[in-house]
C-alpha cells in the first residue's frame, strides 16, 4: 500500500498532520477518522491513537490536533474528485472508494423521501480504512478445500477476523484457475475505482460491481456462465435463494458469514446445506476448523 494512495486526500492542518505520521507507525494503521471538533483518531489494532500536529501518535486525544469544519468539508470533496453530483450514489450508500481501493465511510444528516436515503448533507465524520491485499493468506484453504476440484464454500467467523481479506486473496487464487464471478455489493473485494479493479482479483474473474447479491448472482449466472461465484457477507433468505439457484445451475459459491460455529450458523437458521465445506476463522488466514458435509451433517 502506497500511502500516498491514502494522504493525497486529507486538506489543511488536518492533511499535513497525517503526512508528517512516520512511515514505521502508517504501515499498522487501519482507519483514520475525522471528526469535526474533535482530534483525529488513529485505529491500530484494538487501540486508538490520537495525531498531534507534528504527527506524533499520542494516547491523549486533549493534546491532538482537531480537525476544524473547513479542512472536513474539503477532504470530503477531494474524496469525490471535487464533483459531489458524480458520486450522489456512493453518497448515498455511505462510503466511497477511491483510488487503492481504500474506502472512505462517511456519516452526516440523511435525507430521506419515499423510505430511502436520497441525499446526505452536512458531512460531520469521515473514516479512511485503509485496504491491504494479504496475498497467500486463503492459500491453505484452497489447498484443503479445492484439491479435489470445485465446491462451495463457507467462510466463518466473529467480526474482524478476516474473512472479507481470506476471501479477497481466495479470488484471487481461484481467478486464476476458473471462471469467477464476484459480486461486490460493498465495494471490498476487487474495490472498483471508475470501473477498474484496484485489487488483484485473478486473470479470468468478471467484477458485478455495486451489485446486491441476489440480483448480481442470478444476472452472472445467466450471463457470464462462471464456475464460482463469490460474495461477502451472506445471510438473508433472498441470498440463500439466490445461492441454491445458481448450484441447480451447476455453478458454485464461494461466501462469508459472521458466526463462529456451526450452532451459531443453526441458531441463525441459515440453511448450510448447500456448501461442500465450511472454514471457521480465529484471525486472519488462521483456520480453527474446516467441516466436511456429510450424509449426516457436517463433521
Not at 71 to 81: K, W
Not at 125 to 147: D, M
Not at 196 to 214: C, L, R, S
Amino acid at each position: 500500500m502506497k500511502r500516498e494512495q491514502v494522504t493525497c486526500y486529507f486538506c489543511g492542518e488536518t492533511g499535513a498532520a497525517v503526512r508528517k505520521i512516520s512511515d514505521g507507525f502508517f504501515g499498522d494503521i487501519q482507519e483514520i477518522r475525522l471528526r469535526i471538533n474533535r482530534p483525529i483518531a488513529i485505529s491500530m489494532g484494538n487501540t486508538i491513537r490520537y495525531v498531534t500536529a507534528d504527527g506524533q501518535l499520542t494516547y491523549n486525544p486533549e493534546t491532538a490536533l482537531k480537525v476544524s469544519e473547513k479542512d472536513l468539508r474539503q477532504t470530503f470533496e477531494a474524496v469525490c474528485g471535487y464533483s459531489l453530483h458524480s458520486f450522489k450514489n456512493e453518497i448515498n450508500e455511505g462510503f466511497v472508494t477511491v483510488n487503492g481501493g481504500h474506502r472512505v465511510g462517511l456519516c452526516g444528516t440523511s435525507v430521506i423521501r419515499g423510505g430511502t436515503v436520497e441525499n446526505v448533507k452536512n458531512i460531520s465524520s469521515l473514516n479512511f480504512r485503509i485496504a491491504r491485499e494479504i496475498k497467500g493468506c486463503a492459500e491453505e484453504i484452497c489447498g484443503r478445500v479445492f484439491s479435489s476440484g470445485l465446491q462451495s464454500l463457507l467462510i466463518a467467523g466473529p467480526p474482524s477476523c478476516g474473512k472479507t481479506t481470506v476471501l479477497r486473496d481466495l479470488t484471487r487464487i481461484m481467478g486464476g484457475r476458473y471462471k469467477v464471478a464476484v459480486i461486490d455489493e460493498r465495494g471490498e473485494l476487487a474495490a472498483c475505482c471508475s470501473g477498474v479493479p484496484q485489487n488483484d482479483i485473478g486473470a479470468n474473474t468478471d467484477i458485478f460491481d455495486g451489485y446486491d447479491k441476489p440480483h448480481g448472482i442470478m444476472t452472472a449466472v445467466r450471463v457470464m456462465s462462471p464456475q464460482l461465484v463469490v460474495c461477502d457477507e451472506i445471510g438473508s433468505e433472498e441470498d440463500m435463494a439466490a445461492v441454491k439457484t445458481a448450484a441447480n445451475s451447476g455453478v458454485y459459491t464461494a461466501a462469508t458469514i459472521h458466526a463462529a460455529s456451526l450452532d451459531e450458523l443453526e441458531r441463525k437458521g441459515i440453511g448450510t446445506d448447500i456448501f461442500g465445506s465450511i472454514a471457521f476463522l480465529n484471525g486472519l488466514g488462521h483456520i480453527s476448523r474446516i467441516m466436511k458435509r456429510t450424509v449426516n451433517g457436517y463433521a
